[in-house]
């Protein structure tokens, strides 16, 4: 059974910084694309940064140079760390793992920024 947990998430003010973690179990982590996705009020769920197994990354246009997605396979964790922060950027933030279509979801973590 394959469980993500995320974690980290929290109250900051604007200009602020969060490290979110994901742990995975019963999955082979190191194989997997990692992505980290959002959901704020009244939007649909989005793509914020993806990591391939190789340790390629991609980001959304709107956190690119502010947020850095990294993975440890030996902890089988990946990262999200945010900075300068942005009331735009609250919403839940969701880990996602992928191999070839198998796709499985956090429960997600609140992350609420402050103007």
């Known amino acids: 059974q394959v469980q993500l947990v995320e974690s980290g998430g929290g109250l900051v003010q604007a200009g602020g910084s969060l490290r979110l973690s994901c742990v995975a179990s019963?999955?082979?982590?190191?194989?997997?694309?990692m992505g980290w996705y959002r959901r704020a009020p009244g939007k649909q769920r989005e793509l914020v940064a993806g990591?391939?197994?190789?340790?390629?990354?991609n980001y959304a246009d709107s956190v690119k140079g502010r947020f850095t997605i990294s993975r440890d396979n030996a902890k089988n964790t990946v990262y999200l760390q945010m900075n300068s922060l942005k009331p735009e950027d609250t919403a839940v933030y969701y880990c996602?793992?992928?191999?070839?279509?198998?796709?499985?979801w956090g429960q997600g973590t609140q992350v609420t920024v402050s103007s």
């Open positions: 996602n793992s992928n191999y070839r279509g198998n796709s499985n």
């Open positions: 019963g999955l082979i982590f190191s194989i997997n694309y």
């Open positions: 990591i391939t197994s190789g340790g390629s990354t």
